[in-house]
Structures are given as C-alpha cells and as structure tokens.
T-cell receptor, first 111, second 116 residues
C-alpha cells in the first residue's frame, strides 16, 4: 500500500520567514510526486516532480525530489499571509492514475 | 474558480433520497476522478475513469455509483447514503499517464454533502 508522510503537520511562522515542508513516501513503481495548496475549496496544483535533483520554481515557491532517499521538500521564501493554507503532498504509482495523499501541513502565516 | 466545474456546490439530503453530483471539464482531459475528503483529512480516491471506462474502484460501497457519459462529464449517483458519507466530494481531471508522460490532476471546488 502506498504511503505518504508529511511533516510538520502544522506550522506557525511570521510574515517574511522562510519555511520548509517535508514529504516522505513509500510507493510501488513510483511515477510522480505532486504538491497542492488547499485553502477552502479545491486543491490547487503547485508542482509535479518526476526526476531527482531538479528544482522546480514558481515565484517564491520551490520544490525538489530525492528518489534515492524517497522524500521531497517544498520551500516558501518571504512568506505572506496569503500563503496560509494546507499544503498537500501526493504520490502516483503502481500503474494506477489515482493519487495517494499525505495528511498535509497546515501552515499559518502571522502578520 | 477552477477549470473543473462541479455542481451543486452544497447538497443536503436524507438517507432515503437519490441525488447526483456532476462534474464537467473542457480541457480535453481523458481521465477523470472522484475523491472523498472528510474534515481535516486528505482526499481519498474513490473512482478513476480513463477514456470513459472505469479503471479503478477503490472498494467504494455500492450506494455510490459513478457514470461517465462522455469525455467531458462525470457523474456520481447517490442512493441510501449514511451520515458518515457526509464529506467534500472532489472531482479531478488530467490527461491519462503514459509510459512517457505524467500529467497533473486538476481539481474542482467540490460538492459539500451533508446527510441528515
């Protein structure tokens, strides 16, 4: 059974701080790892990672995958209150198209 | 708003009612998914359709019945639900994965379902 573990489960920081969110996984026939941001409604796609060591960046957010150690990190620099959300890590593998999600990191950015 | 549209946004129904959740996308995606998300929990996969054929059914009770009438539409028919079925039901779509290509899933805003 595929397994995704995220840490920390919750995090409170001040605006302007940098945060690092962690995701470790066990999956049969790994295909990809994805990061999503969820506020009130739909999970919003952030990154899809398939290859080790290649950093993906989008503005203040970046992510990297280590397929040897089976983990990924999501970095957010110069955090803003609008970054407050639940950040979900998900993996896809085993020949299926469905995602297995971790429990998420609840990030709160205080002004 | 997302490119995956779900209706209704909210639904309250009794345990003897029959209702349907609808999902529509016009991104040309050929894979569509239903997930169930309970409060403070991550989404859990229920069904996967690929090229309008059901490819994964994650041991979901038969009171949930999916239907994919065409490549843009996905329905979830509900009958005789239980109070524990109250949750946010999320639809997602993507291009099907191939040996050479992985595609991310894009989610709708969900239908918040309450069973009385």
């Amino acid at each position: 059974e595929d397994k995704v573990v995220q840490s920390p489960l919750s995090l409170v920081v001040h605006e302007g701080d940098t945060v690092t969110l962690n995701c470790s996984y066990e999956v049969t026939n790994f295909r990809s790892l994805l990061w999503y941001k969820q506020e009130k409604k739909a999970p919003t796609f952030l990154f899809m990672l398939t290859s080790s060591g290649i950093e993906k960046k989008s503005g203040r957010l970046s992510s990297i995958l280590d397929k040897k150690e089976l983990f990924s990190i999501l970095n957010i620099t110069a955090t803003q209150t609008g970054d407050s959300a639940i950040y979900l890590c998900a993996v896809e593998g085993g020949g299926a198209d469905g995602l297995t999600f971790g429990k998420g990191t609840h990030l709160i950015i205080q002004p | 708003d997302t490119e995956v549209t779900q209706t209704p946004k909210h639904l309250v129904m009794g345990m003897t009612n029959k209702k349907s959740l609808k999902c529509e996308q016009h991104m040309g995606h050929r894979a569509m998914y239903w997930y169930k998300q309970k409060a403070k929990k991550p989404p859990e996969l229920m069904f996967v359709y690929s090229y309008e054929k059901l490819s994964i059914n994650e041991s979901v009770p038969s009171r949930f019945s999916p239907e994919c009438p065409n490549s843009s539409l996905l329905n979830l028919h509900l009958h005789a639900l239980q109070p524990e079925d109250s949750a946010l039901y999320l639809c997602a779509s993507s291009q099907p994965n191939t040996e050479y290509s992985n595609q991310p899933q894009h989610f709708g805003d969900g239908t918040r379902l309450s069973i009385l």
